[in-house]
């Protein structure tokens, strides 16, 4: 939640996080990380977007079923200027800061 001040001071209009979960866990989620009023927080319960965007991580294995990779993603007007696919196991270009210094 730093970030988000200097974000839309680049002129990002609002920031959205999309997760594999459903409406009330990101409710909650949010409220636990004090995202209300600043972060849109929004579920994709059924991996549908996730699996549309290409960037499914199946961890059935793992008892967790379908996930979403970690990735950040500016848009402008529904046009896609910048996407930022995570490795495996990372929090680097994904990262608040890292998009605030691609902006």
Known sequence: ?????????????EVWCVSVNDAPTMSAWGRECKAQGKVRMLGDGSAQLTKAMGV???LTARGMGIR??????VL???VV???H???????E?????YVLGQL
């Open 81 to 83: 200027k910048q996407f």
């Open 1 to 13: 939640m730093q970030a988000i001040d200097k974000i839309k001071a680049k002129g990002i209009d």
């Open 68 to 73: 979403g990779q970690r990735y950040a993603m």
């Open 76 to 78: 402008d007007n529904g």
């Open 56 to 58: 499914e991580l199946d």
């Open 85 to 91: 696919l995570e490795k495996p196991g990372q929090f």
């Open 93 to 97: 270009v994904s990262s608040a800061e």
